[in-house]
């Protein structure tokens, strides 16, 4: 047994406690053997799971991942605390610090754009040296974009949306160009993607909640065509990809329900 006092109620200073005792000698055997890599993915997971959260408004899920997170932190904390390297309160200094030196307006000194104060933080003394400074574990769309804003801040842009679709188009016939000779597209397809990342970025919409709204679409669209199918008496891998084709199309096209039905329940025969 472990030397913990159950209560009712249990606040922060007890969930910092716990993660201490779970992870000592003579605790979790599992949490005591853990390092920063080896739950890296469940920080991420974590994190992501509380914004879903967020964005369904749900108090008690934001509440129980939020939770999740908090935990996350203070687990790979107590890593370090026990490595001998900081503690939380090491953690919590330097965010201190930190919200200090970038309000300096607030706090009595020379008023700064966000911008300046980060460069000055990060001893940043190039345009270069901003974009290489943005994390590389970032998702890459998310990456891809605060690259490319940085980069147009000292001029760099295209000044129009027909000007980003122009170098959509460019990139797309250098992929096509690539595969068509046998080159690994892989190059050229980042190209292609960095692209659209940057007409997302000029039309003022966040590219990774673009795809995942895209995503979203192909799933309701993929489930409105596997019932059409089901409803005509078929499966979808019993179809040919012309059928699939046919199908989804009438998907795209905008068919409200009821016309879908009465399209896919005249038969069997009409989907062969």
Partial sequence: MI?????????????QRLVEVLRAPGGCPWDGAQTHLSIRRNFLEEAYEACE??????????????????????FHTDIERAAGRFDLN??????????????????????????????QE?????????????ARSLPATWRSEKIQKKAAKCGFRWESA?????????ESAELRQAISNGEDPEEELGDLLFAAVNAAAFLQKDPEQTLHRACEKFIRRFGAMESAARQAGRSLDELSREELLSLWSAQKTGLTEGAVKTETTIGKEELS
């Fill in 3 to 15: 030397n913990f006092t159950s209560k009712d109620r249990y606040d922060f200073a007890d969930l």
């Fill in 53 to 74: 959260g967020f964005d369904l408004d749900d108090a008690s899920r934001m509440r129980e991942e939020l939770g999740d997170v908090l935990l996350q932190v203070l």
């Fill in 90 to 119: 090491d953690v919590c200094d330097a965010e201190c610090k930190k919200l200090i030196f970038r309000h300096p307006a607030l706090f009595g000194g020379e008023a700064k754009s966000w911008d300046e104060v980060k460069q």
């Fill in 122 to 134: 990060k001893g940043q003394t190039t345009v270069t040296e901003t974009l290489d400074g943005v």
């Fill in 162 to 170: 027909e000007e980003c679709l122009d170098k959509l188009d460019e």
